[in-house]
């Protein structure tokens, strides 16, 4: 056998122990760990040392480094989220719904945990200890295999966890860390389909392209997120022009920060000269339709790829549209799925655009930037789906669970004899 | 462009149209369905005849012939098949939850339709207007791909179901039926990742492995149930002994059967030999352990093939156990995550196996022949998943949605410019 299906063996015969856990055993694991993470801190950053200094060594620099480095503060942030993690609501247990069947039968939809989650990550060594903290939380075993830049940070943050593991009683293999970080051993890893119940991806977009090329196992993953702020006809300009400049300057480097600006054309001509002045202040360039160019001269022609693209920086494409059914049809056309927003003060409008869009959340009246698990009340996030199955948009605790059915009865068959 | 790709990408625009449905627009068009199926049965029987005649001919015949045939009672009862789901309960739309977040924005989870489905599934005609009404419930389009021996049946439903479509002003693109049967146009279908959301396969194991094996898209699958009655020490042994009948022979070729008897060593001596002449005189035969043997001489000696096989035949593997701690470690060993029933007066036992046991169905004092989308109050199924995700155990219209965000606010922004 060979030794990553050994070690996720172990670790699949360690979810046993997870799923029959309370609450209180998980919150105390928790507890314990993020103690733990605080007591060791001197070897985790010992650790993380070596990581950076061969990172310098290849040539590693900027923020590329800073967010492989950790000093006492990280590591004591780190621990604070494994806290806030243990406080979460517990998903597991959770009776969803209740019926009496017509034949006495008592069904309940009951959450229980997943089972085994692979973690395929990169550079931040934080993910090691969060995403563990929060499939543990949900009753689940955990597999990470994260980046190779990270591997003694990980390996330190890894052993202090799995060491609490062994003092609570549940098999160190409940969270196991790959060190071979070969790609044969990845691809392996995604096929081991009778182990792996389920792979998560985080990372840039070719990371996420190769899991879903090789996976056999069930993946959750997010490509991209191309985000549209549509300007209706009835919007308030000001409170358009503030979710603007939210949504692609406040962090223009994350997944829901607005991409494209689509505007109807009533409102066009007193909204985007304003609009463009605004954002050309806080260094965005703009790439417009020809409508756009005709209202703020001097703006770049934007091309079908520029709508499609996420520029995840201080971009935007504009494209003044002739009516709400324009704006779907560009969405449709050009969206990623992930984060839609409608300004307008007509709820007619508001209730036809939430209908039509697909997208895994969509926004009237608010920035983009609230599309997060924290903002929108899941507590952690372990990332946000654009997989329209199981979870759609942002996954907390929950999404790491799925409902199954529990049945009571006093004797019942199907086809009683005689 | 292939022929299927193209297909399919009719059917993913036609999901549009389909996503913005509302219930009695859903409801009306399966209505019109049902009598449309009634008013051409006649095309419908002598495009079945085709297929009857063509199964003949290559030496079909019994009961596999009879999984083909149509008549006027069997389309009757297709088209109140389609009635009955147009009566289910609309999931689309509903709101699981709504949270006022503390800055205002009121956060809703909504589900909506999953997009595009492919149904994958063999002989008996009645799946294409059985799957196709239940994906179109629930706001999906779909695409079926039936099996060759029933082509020309499938021919002809999903022809008046496709007029029914267009009379509704729905393109007919919403219910696509394959007609190319080669394996390498559904290989070439389940690697659509950007139009499929997922796959579901319906049939034999072989199918099943054929389609999880070759999928790049999602897939619920459900190869297998080896389902077990578990009788504990304090079981109510006429209770116990009613269940183990109609768990083992009320049907025992379909998945929610039983197919291993557990029993707790102190009450083996008075119920095992009770329940042998039971079933005996049911025409099954038990494989043991040897201390079943020794209870019930003759007995032939179970193997552990034996213990992991769905026999789906009168045939029943059992095994005596020192306790309910063994109980469970034979199913987490030997189960397929399907259904596993307890037979106990004690509660804490009860309690104890439900929360030790990670299949899709647990039960208490209930017949497993009660796992069963019907019987547990889906009103239809589509599948019973035993992937432990999206959903577990059996399908209905739910399962064929998902949860989003909708976001409503009033002009709140994340990072305030003031």
Redesign the interface.
């Known amino acids: 056998m060979s030794e990553i299906r050994s070690l996720a063996l172990a670790c699949r015969d360690a979810a046993?122990t997870m799923?029959?856990l309370d609450s209180e055993a998980k919150r105390s694991l928790l507890h314990d760990m993020a103690a733990a993470l605080e007591a060791n801190s001197d070897a985790i950053l010992a650790a993380n040392a070596r990581d950076l200094q061969q990172a310098s060594a290849k040539g590693v620099q900027g923020a590329m480094l800073d967010r492989l480095r950790l000093d006492q503060a990280r590591v004591a942030s780190i621990a604070s989220a494994v806290r806030e993690i243990a406080a979460l609501p517990d998903p597991v247990g959770l009776v969803t719904r209740r019926?009496t069947?017509p034949n006495g039968?008592e069904?309940e939809r009951v959450r229980?945990p997943?089972?085994v989650i692979a973690m395929i990550y990169e550079a931040r060594p934080n993910v090691t200890a969060d995403a563990a903290a929060l499939c543990l939380m949900a009753g689940n075993a955990v597999i990470l295999r994260g980046g190779s830049e990270a591997l003694h940070s990980n390996v330190a943050i890894a052993t202090v966890l799995r060491d609490v593991l062994a003092r609570h009683d549940i098999p160190a293999a409940a969270l196991t860390l790959i060190e071979d970080l070969r790609r044969e051993t990845m691809i392996e890893l995604l096929q081991l389909?009778d182990i792996v119940?389920?792979a998560i991806p985080r990372g840039g977009e070719g990371l996420i392209r190769f899991v879903?090329?090789h996976a056999?196992v069930?993946v959750i993953k997010h490509y991209k997120g191309v985000c549209h702020l549509y300007v209706d006809a009835s919007a308030?300009e000001a409170?358009a022009l503030?979710?603007l400049?939210?949504g692609k300057t406040?962090?223009p480097g994350v997944c829901n920060a607005l991409e494209t600006l689509l505007i109807h054309r009533d409102i066009a001509e007193s909204f985007l000269p304003n609009a463009a002045r605004a954002l050309e202040e806080r260094g965005v360039e703009l790439r417009g339709c020809e409508r756009s160019r005709a209202l703020v001269p001097g703006m770049r022609t934007a091309s079908d790829e520029d709508y499609a693209a996420e520029f995840l920086d201080l971009i935007l494409a504009v494209r003044v549209i002739d009516d709400l059914g324009a704006a779907i049809g560009h969405i449709?056309r050009f969206g990623s799925d992930h984060t839609e927003v409608i300004v307008t003060r007509d709820n007619a409008a508001?209730q036809r655009f939430?209908?039509?869009i697909?997208?895994?959340?969509?926004?009237?009246?608010?920035?983009s930037?609230?599309?997060d698990g924290g903002?929108?009340?899941l507590g952690a996030e372990i990332g946000i789906s654009t997989?329209?199955?199981?979870?759609?948009?942002?996954m907390g605790a929950e999404a790491l669970t799925?409902?199954?059915?529990?049945?009571?009865?006093?004797?019942?068959?199907?086809?009683?004899?005689h």
Chains 1, 2 share one sequence.
Request: hydrophobic share 40%; aromatic share 6%.
């Open positions: 046993q799923f029959a019926e069947r039968l069904v229980i997943l089972g389909t119940d389920l879903a090329e056999r069930p308030d409170l503030n979710l400049v939210d406040s962090r449709q508001a939430v209908q039509a697909r997208s895994a959340v969509v926004m009237v009246n608010a920035s930037r609230f599309s903002e929108l009340g997989t329209r199955l199981h979870a759609y948009g942002p799925v409902e199954r059915f529990v049945v009571r009865g006093s004797g019942q068959v199907r086809h009683p004899q």
